[in-house]
């Protein structure tokens, strides 16, 4: 089983700030098959990027997602007051599709 | 467009069975994996297993396999998670969601696309 795991837990940032989410896998994740997304209180959650840095359709390009192997990131270039919320990475490289814990965003 | 429409909340005594449902519109049902997950309050969220209406052929997380039964009836364009005993701890947000991606070799390896907006499942004697 691959184990997803998110850092920070929680990010305290201000509008316009920089969002950096790493998502770290116990084990590398097949042909970059990872995905983001975000939840919002009170909602389903919403597919951000998927394939390690594709992005969903209608997702702003203020959302981007990098990274191979092990290391995944989702970077939120400059905060708007929406994207205040949790957001999770899930693998689906292998047979057992789990999300990590989550991260955060909470404003500063 | 794309929707899943979930069935309404349940509020269930521990012992009971439960079915609930989310039917899909906009899109060829049995083409694309459905899967579940699952949200306890204020956790995150929980992988449950996933079915390809076409065939019915169904994947279920270790977690979940035997506790609950995943199933579609293509007819209506729907599909289901079911317990036989519900317990406290299934008390939980239930959303099902589209799957997109690839199956190579036997494996589906399907992110989700769209999202019902779930079904609040309460257990309690």
């Known amino acids: 089983e691959i184990v997803l795991t998110q850092s920070p837990g929680t990010l305290s940032l201000s509008p316009g700030e920089r969002a950096t989410l790493s998502c770290r896998a116990s084990?590398?994740?097949?042909?970059?098959?990872l995905a983001w997304y975000q939840q919002k209180p009170g909602q389903a959650p919403r597919l951000l990027i998927y394939?390690?840095?594709s992005r969903a359709t209608g997702i702003p390009d203020r959302f981007s997602g990098s990274g191979s192997g092990t290391d995944f990131t989702l970077t939120i270039s400059r905060l708007e007051p929406e994207d205040f919320a949790v957001y999770y990475c899930?693998?689906?490289?292998?047979?057992?599709?789990?999300f990590g814990g989550g991260t955060k965003v909470e404003i500063k | 467009e794309v929707q899943l429409v979930q069935s309404g909340a349940e509020v269930k005594k521990p012992g009971e069975s439960l079915k609930i449902s989310c039917k899909s519109s906009?899109?060829?049902?049995?083409?694309?994996?459905i899967g579940w997950v699952r949200q306890k309050p204020g956790k995150g969220l929980e992988w449950m297993g996933i079915?390809?209406?076409?065939?019915?052929?169904?994947r279920y997380s270790p977690s979940f396999q035997g506790q609950v039964t995943i199933s579609v009836d293509k007819s209506i364009s729907t599909a289901y998670l079911q317990w036989s005993s519900l317990k406290a701890s299934d008390t939980a947000m239930y959303y099902c969601?589209?799957?997109?991606?690839?199956?190579?070799?036997?494996?589906?390896?399907?992110?989700?696309?769209?999202w019902g907006k779930g079904t609040t499942v309460t257990v309690s004697s």
């Open positions: 906009g899109y060829r049902f049995t083409s694309n994996w």
């Open positions: 969601a589209r799957q997109w991606g690839t199956f190579i070799r036997g494996l589906p390896l399907v992110y989700m696309d769209v």
């Open positions: 394939d390690a840095s």
């Open positions: 079915i390809f209406p076409g065939d019915s052929d169904t």
């Open positions: 084990q590398s994740v097949s042909s970059s098959y």
């Open positions: 899930q693998q689906y490289g292998s047979s057992l599709l789990n």
